[in-house]
């Protein structure tokens, strides 16, 4: 008899205590408006940063003398479970050893069918393509989201076969 | 007397003998009846404007959100364009309702938060109806509001409306009582039902303070109880979204909807407005026994401001527990009122009787 009425009390009180528990929480945040998390969008377009691990599109990456790091070895291409990257490639003939070696023409990438699953960019080897932070991508005409992605006059930078 | 640079009562004598002055006794009467209802409607298009803003603003930030940031500065024009649209709304009935119980349950509803406002005292002279059992023709009144909710869960021929009805019905008879019985903690000590007299009581000191812990529990339960009976979250069964769609209105649109809306805000200014009164001294400002200085500038501030920031923390509270706490189940809600509320504020209005008869009160 008395014991349940300490455990009819001591369920009252553990109760109300884990009430004020999750008041507290809710508290700490209204108390904070700094931890807001909502962003003010067309507004803050120049402050804007997304963060780092944001996927937007598919970039190919190239440096200061316009040459990227892609060997057309189609790895990406096989990766993609819905078939947005098409690499057309073509043999080069070498003049310093006088074979033919494999080279990307275009890089075609179909932002309408990619789901940013980031499988590609797992799959490169050479660590060619990564994965953009824009994300403004609305346009009036579905032909612009397709784009080929590497610059032209760009080659493969020496080195990366090796 | 101290309060009197803020006395509304010599404007509402002066308004009075004006009137008496211009015209005969019963179209004086009905004169001021017609002021004190327009006031009245004010007060309420004003407060529900108010109330939806703010909770939706408090709400925002209890979930690190802003809340609406579009209409207006800060999106204080936003319940404003909410009122256009629904009143732009084309009112809807559907084939199989009763068209005469459909269209009066929001109307029984709102007169009974209408009728319950009366009683409340805004300010010393600024109160509509000072009856003498103000606490019981408040907790009358406002129990007829379940019959709009059950009206119009029943004439929409709607499962989940009547599934909504029928709970809400459980819900606000359940905790009615210990609306009642925590409210009764407090007339143990003022031994008078008349809210004037009741605020005049606490002159010295609120009753939650004055009360101690009895008074504190009650205040609790009062809180706990006065959120079931106004159905909002984290008792908002009546209206779950997730099982029952809207609950009661489902079948609402437009004008008729906002009115359920529009009782649902008032009903919580009203509970809040109560729990003021009784707990924390209405109008009375904050008075510390020995500090006359720091009485003295509390009661500066006017009267009125005093109960719109007691009643404005009482909400503040209730829309706190709404954003906070997991809903509960029917049966966990009926567990929580019959096992726990009743059987404690039972014991605690027992244990403040004693109290009372043995002076341990401030």
């Given at each position: 008899m008395i014991k349940s009425i300490i455990k009819y009390i001591k369920e009252v009180l553990g109760g109300l205590k884990s009430l004020l528990k999750g008041m507290r929480v809710t508290g700490y945040y209204i108390s904070h408006p700094k931890e807001i998390i909502t962003q003010q969008y067309p507004e803050n377009k120049d402050t804007l940063k997304m963060f780092d691990r944001f996927r937007g599109e598919v970039i190919l990456l190239h440096d200061e003398n316009n040459e990227?790091?892609?060997?057309?070895?189609t790895a990406c291409e096989v990766a993609c479970p819905n078939g947005s990257i098409e690499i057309i490639s073509e043999r080069v003939l070498n003049p310093e050893t006088g074979k033919k070696k494999k080279e990307i023409d275009k890089f075609i990438y179909h932002l309408s069918m990619?789901?940013?699953?980031?499988l590609c960019i797992e799959s490169c080897p050479t660590d060619a393509i990564k994965m953009g932070r824009?994300?403004?991508?609305?346009?009036?005409?579905?032909?612009?989201?397709?784009?080929?992605l590497n610059r032209p006059g760009s080659k493969l930078a020496p080195g990366v076969e090796d | 007397m101290k309060f009197d640079i803020y006395d509304f009562s010599v404007l509402t004598k002066s308004i009075h003998e004006s009137l008496n002055s211009m015209m005969g006794e019963t179209a004086v009467m009905i004169s001021e009846m017609v002021i004190v209802g327009i006031i009245f409607l004010t007060l309420f298009a004003v407060l529900g404007l108010i109330l939806v803003y703010v909770e939706r603003k408090i709400c925002a930030f209890f979930q690190q959100r802003l809340g609406p940031m579009r209409v207006g500065f800060w999106g204080t024009a936003q319940t404003l364009a909410d009122l256009i649209k629904l009143l732009l709304k084309e009112p809807l009935i559907t084939k199989n309702a009763d068209k005469f119980l459909f269209n009066l349950a929001p109307f029984v509803l709102i007169i009974a938060s209408f009728m319950a406002m009366a009683a409340i005292p805004f300010a010393k002279g600024l109160h509509a109806f000072d009856i003498d059992i103000g606490v019981f023709y408040i907790t009358a009144i406002s129990s007829i509001g379940v019959v709009g909710v059950l009206l119009a869960g029943w004439a929409s021929n709607n499962k989940y409306s009547l599934i909504g009805a029928m709970r809400s019905g459980a819900q606000i008879i359940s905790y009615e009582l210990s609306v009642g019985l925590s409210l009764l903690t407090i007339i143990v000590l003022t031994g008078s039902l008349q809210f004037s007299e009741i605020i005049e009581s606490q002159r010295e000191g609120w009753w939650i303070f004055r009360g101690h812990i009895p008074a504190l529990i009650a205040f609790i339960i009062f809180l706990i109880a006065s959120t079931a009976e106004t159905n909002r979250?984290?008792?908002?069964l009546a209206e779950a979204?997730?099982?029952?769609?809207?609950?009661?209105?489902?079948e609402y649109s437009g004008m008729k909807f906002a009115f359920f809306f529009l009782a649902e805000f008032i009903n919580m200014f009203i509970v809040a407005a109560i729990g003021a009164t009784v707990f924390l001294g209405g109008w009375m400002p904050l008075h510390f026994g020995a500090l006359e200085s720091f009485n003295a500038i509390m009661d500066f501030i006017p009267p009125i401001f005093w109960f719109f920031g007691k009643t404005a923390f009482i909400i503040f509270l209730m829309m706190w527990f709404k954003w906070t706490f997991p809903r509960l189940r029917i049966d966990q809600l009926l567990t929580l009122e019959w096992k726990y509320l009743l059987p404690i504020n039972l014991i605690n209005i027992l244990v403040m009787a004693f109290f009372v008869l043995m002076g341990w009160y401030f």
């Amino acid at each position: 008899m008395i014991k349940s009425i300490i455990k009819y009390i001591k369920e009252v009180l553990g109760g109300l205590k884990s009430l004020l528990k999750g008041m507290r929480v809710t508290g700490y945040y209204i108390s904070h408006p700094k931890e807001i998390i909502t962003q003010q969008y067309p507004e803050n377009k120049d402050t804007l940063k997304m963060f780092d691990r944001f996927r937007g599109e598919v970039i190919l990456l190239h440096d200061e003398n316009n040459e990227h790091r892609c060997t057309g070895c189609t790895a990406c291409e096989v990766a993609c479970p819905n078939g947005s990257i098409e690499i057309i490639s073509e043999r080069v003939l070498n003049p310093e050893t006088g074979k033919k070696k494999k080279e990307i023409d275009k890089f075609i990438y179909h932002l309408s069918m990619c789901t940013m699953c980031n499988l590609c960019i797992e799959s490169c080897p050479t660590d060619a393509i990564k994965m953009g932070r824009n994300f403004e991508h609305a346009v009036f005409d579905r032909s612009l989201l397709t784009s080929v992605l590497n610059r032209p006059g760009s080659k493969l930078a020496p080195g990366v076969e090796d | 007397m101290k309060f009197d640079i803020y006395d509304f009562s010599v404007l509402t004598k002066s308004i009075h003998e004006s009137l008496n002055s211009m015209m005969g006794e019963t179209a004086v009467m009905i004169s001021e009846m017609v002021i004190v209802g327009i006031i009245f409607l004010t007060l309420f298009a004003v407060l529900g404007l108010i109330l939806v803003y703010v909770e939706r603003k408090i709400c925002a930030f209890f979930q690190q959100r802003l809340g609406p940031m579009r209409v207006g500065f800060w999106g204080t024009a936003q319940t404003l364009a909410d009122l256009i649209k629904l009143l732009l709304k084309e009112p809807l009935i559907t084939k199989n309702a009763d068209k005469f119980l459909f269209n009066l349950a929001p109307f029984v509803l709102i007169i009974a938060s209408f009728m319950a406002m009366a009683a409340i005292p805004f300010a010393k002279g600024l109160h509509a109806f000072d009856i003498d059992i103000g606490v019981f023709y408040i907790t009358a009144i406002s129990s007829i509001g379940v019959v709009g909710v059950l009206l119009a869960g029943w004439a929409s021929n709607n499962k989940y409306s009547l599934i909504g009805a029928m709970r809400s019905g459980a819900q606000i008879i359940s905790y009615e009582l210990s609306v009642g019985l925590s409210l009764l903690t407090i007339i143990v000590l003022t031994g008078s039902l008349q809210f004037s007299e009741i605020i005049e009581s606490q002159r010295e000191g609120w009753w939650i303070f004055r009360g101690h812990i009895p008074a504190l529990i009650a205040f609790i339960i009062f809180l706990i109880a006065s959120t079931a009976e106004t159905n909002r979250g984290p008792f908002d069964l009546a209206e779950a979204e997730s099982e029952l769609t809207a609950g009661f209105h489902t079948e609402y649109s437009g004008m008729k909807f906002a009115f359920f809306f529009l009782a649902e805000f008032i009903n919580m200014f009203i509970v809040a407005a109560i729990g003021a009164t009784v707990f924390l001294g209405g109008w009375m400002p904050l008075h510390f026994g020995a500090l006359e200085s720091f009485n003295a500038i509390m009661d500066f501030i006017p009267p009125i401001f005093w109960f719109f920031g007691k009643t404005a923390f009482i909400i503040f509270l209730m829309m706190w527990f709404k954003w906070t706490f997991p809903r509960l189940r029917i049966d966990q809600l009926l567990t929580l009122e019959w096992k726990y509320l009743l059987p404690i504020n039972l014991i605690n209005i027992l244990v403040m009787a004693f109290f009372v008869l043995m002076g341990w009160y401030f």
